[in-house]
């Protein structure tokens, strides 16, 4: 049997389980509306802008050129106001736009300042004067009190607002927390939006869902590709009432869009600094005698944006724009670790409880020669023992708990964190009405230890220990097409994925080691109510991946919008587990 991936990825030879399942699903929508709508589906970024043209009594005026220019990239659209007076541009990018509107024998209206977000379309509602069409009405575009162009309810949040946010993780996801509707019990990853199940959230990247979805039911507020703030434009949260294009991912669709360059250049380098000189310990340290936990963080990155141009052979300004941001996050760190031990006494078999007369004693050992039974300890469970005290001598500290037979060892272990996050983005605009845009994002996250999953030792200077490394990518393209004057098509294509290990370097040699030697078994010996010599005996790997092949067409006829498409959506899942060593479960009878 092979496994995907096989000749690229190293897999140990021997398997205890391997599962691969695919699961396919094809959704084809059609929406008719009057008026105009937008034009994004499963969880997309483009948008629209629509509004109407009328004269100073208030009736429409159909014949009218409006053109709408984005202001970064200089990107201009144009449409003609229909019999009632409106008009639609379907698929356009999230930014700012500025939209004149001519028409012989009135005066030039230039409005500026409309914005358009992932799940919120700009709207236009403008008044021409007659006059000479060289006069010029420059109107600040506003924001709407009530959204006319569509009912879902949406929040969102531009890059000026998510860059200056003071967010230890830098990641854009732990922000929208924050958010109306979002309940965080706990951590950031237990949060659910409106009450509904995590299963019910769709968090994309440019239109690409950047979920672990083997784990969506439980684990839906988990995005595998994390956005950097610093990589972010906006992030929309739709919560209720989106149309079928969007909500058959899901009925909470979290959006962030890729920045873009534009016709200027623009960058930042940054890095941010974390470190404990200037923490105290902790209560609970002080009381057991532990040191203070040691944190130093180190975040560096760097982004930079604009047009592609190479002197002497092309200029892309106005054509084409690059983004690109890549940022590291460097952690050493000590975490607090706590572990149930026996007691010396209790070690040697002599076992102690409470009782109404107070703490009473029994040689077991003793008990089992009186009564017939072997009165000697199992060696490789003595020498255990005597390992696990012997770890305990000079790394933390040593607490008497309620059972006479129990003590709490804790100590801090050594952790360290190394993540890489670069993310690239190109927009050209090939034509007057060809516009191809290409995004990705490739992350690779390494945990030494795997503390998250608790691979760490379990005690000082046991071998069974486990890193995560885990290679994660998006890639993402559109193409938007403007077939006639009245028909847009978009076209998109994607995918995401990479596997993650967890664990891959152990070996059934580690059960055999001189230290916390457990005669190359997994001793189960928490039945005596005390932690393990070593954490899980297996390691696994897995990819989540998805694709997606999408085309919507968005259709302008008079007073009416059409939007219909089609999308395809794979999603494949691959496990991969190994149990090195079988298990002896002790138990009391």
Known sequence: MSLPGAG??????????????????????????????????????TSSIAGVVEDISGGTIPGATVVARNNATGFEYTAVTSQNGTFTFGAVPPGTYTVTITLSGFKTVVQTGVVVRAGVPGDVRATLEVGGIEEVVEVQGRSEIVQTQTSAVSTTF????????????????????????????????????????????????????VQDNHLKTGDGFFARVTPRLDAVEEVTVSSAAQGADAAGQGAVQIRFVTRSGGNAFSGSVYHYFRSDALNTNTWFNERDGLDKPELLQNQPG??????????????????????????????????????????????????SYNSAAGVRSVDLLALAAANGHIPTMDPAVAQLLADIRSSTSGAGSI???????????????????????????????????????????????????????GRDPQFPGMAVQGTQDSYRYTIYGS??????????????????????????????????????NEAGYKLGISAADISNPSSGSSTSSREASTKIL???????????????????????????????????????A
């Open 550 to 588: 999408e085309n919507t067409v968005n259709w302008v006829r008079g007073a009416h919008s059409f939007n219909f498409g089609g999308a395809f959506t794979q999603a494949d899942v691959w496990l991969y587990n190994q149990t090195h060593v079988p298990t002896i479960t002790f138990d009391v």
């Open 399 to 453: 607490t008497d708990l309620e059972d006479p037979v129990l003590q709490r060892f804790s100590w801090n272990v050594n952790q360290r964190s190394l993540n890489k996050y670069p993310t690239g983005k190109i927009d050209f605009n090939v034509s007057e009405n060809h516009r191809f845009t290409v995004s990705g994002n490739w992350h690779h996250i390494n945990s030494n230890p795997d503390t998250l999953n």
């Open 8 to 45: 690229r990825w190293p897999f140990p030879r021997r398997v205890s389980h391997i599962m691969k399942h695919y699961c396919t699903g094809l959704l084809f929508g059609l929406m008719i509306a009057v008026g105009s709508t937008s034009a994004f589906a499963q969880g997309g970024v």
């Open 158 to 209: 531009d890059v000026n607002q998510i860059s200056n946010l003071p967010l230890i993780s830098r990641s854009a996801l732990d922000f929208v927390v924050n958010l109306p509707g979002v309940n965080t019990p706990s951590g950031n990853r237990q949060s659910t939006v409106n009450g509904l199940p995590r299963s019910a959230i769709n968090i994309t990247i440019d239109g690409m869902s």
């Open 302 to 351: 760097f982004r930079a944006g604009g047009p592609i141009n190479i002197p002497g052979v092309y200029d892309g300004t106005g054509r084409m724009f690059y983004f690109v941001n890549y940022e590291e996050f460097r952690q050493p760190q000590t975490i607090r670790r706590n572990r149930t031990i026996l007691t010396p006494a209790a070690q040697a078999g002599v076992f």
């Open 479 to 516: 193409l938007r097409s403007t077939l006639r004057g009245s028909i847009v098509n978009e076209f998109k294509v994607g995918g995401t994925g990479g596997p993650t290990y967890f664990a891959n370097e152990i070996g059934s040699s580690m059960w055999s080691s001189p230290f916390g």
